[in-house]
């Protein structure tokens, strides 16, 4: 699997499992802001480090570490971006997953899966 092919597999796979946490009814308003970005993003985390283990990652959920700075190709994820509209069950919320290359955006892919039938939206080129 090609690198953008990853990113907008797993930005679409994590909005299903964020439709999934909302659609369960056990968390409302701010916590569901909350187990929605924790959810999604162990997800992205565990997927990415098992399917790119070289790779540096910078998830905006994580406490960041000095040991991405070594790697020339850093994964960046916004597991939930809009994460009050998603705990208003709004529709204008989306998955972030791009990739850098020695500090230059190289892919990028956006999951909008509050849309009807879900959209992925994915960039090979900077």
Not at 43 to 55: E, I, K, M, S, T
Not at 81 to 102: F, K, M, N, P, Q
């Amino acid at each position: 699997m090609s690198d953008a092919e990853l990113a907008a597999h797993l930005a679409q796979y994590a909005g299903r499992i964020l439709l999934e946490v909302r659609d369960s009814g056990m968390f409302a308003g701010k916590a569901l802001g909350k187990a929605g970005d924790e959810t999604a993003n162990q997800f992205l985390v565990h997927a990415l480090r098992h399917q790119r283990p070289d790779d540096g990652l910078l998830s905006e959920e994580c406490k960041d570490t000095a040991e991405r700075l070594t790697k020339s190709r850093v994964w960046i994820v916004d597991p939930v971006d809009g994460t009050r509209e998603y705990g208003e069950a709004r529709s204008d919320w989306a998955v972030h997953v791009a990739l850098a290359i020695d500090g230059v955006p190289a892919i990028g892919a956006v999951a909008l899966p509050g849309l009807d039938g879900g959209l992925v939206l994915r960039s090979d080129a900077p």
